[in-house]
């Protein structure tokens, strides 16, 4: 069975400073990562998934196979982005297609 | 707003009662999931519809649990005799290819 990790809960940096946050997964095939974020008071909402290879709101993520991780970054952390995020995987076998979600790390930015 | 709807937003109820939610998904999206979260935790698959057709449910989903998607549009998830540990943010997702979250109902069971 598939699982994502994420080993912070709590993650804090200044204003400016570069964030990683850290996601390593376990699966035997070829997996989908998405990274998922929760804002204060809004609803889960997808942040960006690996097959767009794409930056959005200035975080990138690169899926790394070797390593089984696919880390979150951004060189430069704004108020904004605290928040809560989830890495999560969709197994390449499932017909369903459901998401496996690690615990998450609250991110917060300070000022 | 067209986004993901569910109903009620919180509900407490006391330990052996029947709850019911339900989730009102994107109107064009074929695929509905739940999900359950608990304190500390990443939401966990319970089960998964295409159209009305219920195609997977989670070894999570206890005997209690019965979810119906009778037309293909919104669904229910019942919870029979409420146990203290199904205290949890029940989530809802819709789907034609990414998963849109609901803002979820959260269950209290005193």
């Known amino acids: 069975a598939q699982r994502v990790t994420q080993p912070e809960k709590l993650l804090s940096v200044f204003k400016g400073a570069p964030v990683e946050l850290k996601c390593n997964y376990s699966y035997s095939g070829s997996p989908e990562l998405f990274w998922y974020v929760q804002y204060s008071r809004q609803r889960l909402q997808l942040l960006l998934r690996?097959?767009s290879r794409e930056s959005i709101k200035g975080f990138t993520a690169d899926l790394n196979k070797g390593e089984t991780s696919f880390h979150l970054k951004k060189p430069f952390a704004q108020e904004e982005d605290s928040a809560m995020y989830y890495c999560a995987l969709i197994a390449a076998s499932g017909s369903a297609r459901q998401l496996t979600f690690g615990s998450g790390t609250q991110l917060t930015v300070l000022p | 707003d067209t986004g993901v709807s569910q109903n009620p937003r919180h509900k407490i109820t006391k330990r052996g009662q029947n709850v019911t939610f339900r989730c009102d998904p994107i109107?064009?999206?074929?695929?509905l999931y739940w999900y359950r979260q608990t304190l500390g935790q990443g939401p966990e698959f319970l089960t998964y519809?295409?159209?009305?057709?219920?195609?997977?449910k989670s070894r999570l989903l206890s005997d209690r649990f019965s979810a119906e998607r009778p037309k293909g549009s919104f669904s229910t998830l019942e919870i029979q005799r409420t146990e203290q540990g199904d205290s949890a943010m029940y989530l809802c997702?819709?789907?034609?290819?990414?998963?849109?979250f609901g803002p979820g109902t959260r269950l209290l069971v005193l």
């Open positions: 109107s064009e999206h074929n695929r």
């Open positions: 519809f295409q159209n009305e057709a219920q195609l997977e």
């Open positions: 997702a819709s789907s034609l290819g990414t998963q849109y």
């Open positions: 690996h097959i």
